[in-house]
């Protein structure tokens, strides 16, 4: 298994990217495009973990409080039906239910499809 990145959600992502980018060090990877938001990985070099930081399309009316930015930790795993199998096996749950592809829009307008799943920790 191998760690890919943490999400947070940005209220401003201008100064979100002011933060991450000219405080912090890390540098914009890639950008992706969904349906409701765009999505913006940084790393402090290619290859490395990654923040992703999701700028929603619309956003709420009151800006995010402490605690409700964070989204989930992404990780890469070999084979994704063993891996489904072993949530089952060890008794955890996955949200949404069974993995699902998603369509990331590349700033060149190609699509590159992800294989997904959620799953519920213990919290």
């Known amino acids: 298994m191998k ?7 940005v209220n401003n ?3 979100s990217l002011r933060f991450y980018e ?11 495009d ?13 290859g490395a973990p990654e923040i992703e930081l999701t700028d929603n399309w619309q956003k709420p009316t009151t800006p995010y409080k402490t605690g ?5 930790f992404a990780f890469e795993c070999e084979d994704m039906e063993a891996f489904v199998k072993k949530v089952h096996d060890m008794g955890y749950e996955l949200m949404y239910g069974e993995p699902f592809n998603l369509d990331l829009k590349n ?12 799953i519920k920790d213990p919290d």
């Not at 409700?68 to 989930?72: D, S």
């Open 13 to 15: 992502l201008k100064e």
């Open 22 to 32: 000219d405080l912090i060090g890390l540098k914009l990877q890639s950008k992706k």
């Open 34 to 46: 969904l349906e409701d938001c765009t999505l913006y990985f940084l790393a402090q070099y290619e």
């Open 68 to 72: 409700e930015t964070f989204g989930h």
């Open 107 to 118: 700033e060149d307008g190609s699509i590159t499809v992800k294989r997904i799943a959620f």
């Open 3 to 9: 760690y890919l990145h943490s999400m947070i959600r």
